[in-house]
């Protein structure tokens, strides 16, 4: 299995904005066929999964993040994004990428994530 690497992750504060990048280890060119993934787990919780995007573009989200998260992918980079506006306490969690459990198997190794926390 490829690896992937997720950035981006800060301490905000409330309102504030923050982008995820997750980078895909070059695989030949099987990403932009994957429909990928963003999750987020905080202390004690499962890993739940919060946005993700079709290998044709379309995105869905869970209600919680409605209007507030966008995902978006750059195929040529094997790049997956989290673009999070208006961040809120709730929001606070470690974030990673994979391919969406829903629609597919696991196709990379899970990274170490990258932490978001959002502070009142």
């Known amino acids: 299995q490829a690896q992937v690497v997720e950035s981006g992750g800060a301490l905000v504060q409330q309102g504030g904005s923050l982008r995820l990048s997750c980078i895909a280890s070059a695989s030949g060119s099987t990403f932009g066929s994957y429909p990928m993934a963003w999750y987020r787990q905080a202390p004690g919780k499962q890993r739940d999964l919060v946005a993700s995007?079709?290998?044709?573009?379309?995105?869905n989200y869970i209600d919680s993040v409605k209007g507030r998260f966008t995902i978006s992918r750059d195929n040529a980079k094997n790049t997956v994004y989290l673009q999070m506006n208006n961040l809120k306490p709730e929001d606070s969690a470690v974030y990673y990428c994979?391919?969406?459990?829903?629609?597919?198997?696991?196709?990379?190794?899970w990274g170490q994530g990258t932490q978001v926390t959002v502070s009142s």
């Open positions: 995007i079709t290998r044709d573009y379309s995105t």
């Open positions: 994979n391919t969406d459990r829903n629609t597919s198997r696991t196709m990379y190794y």
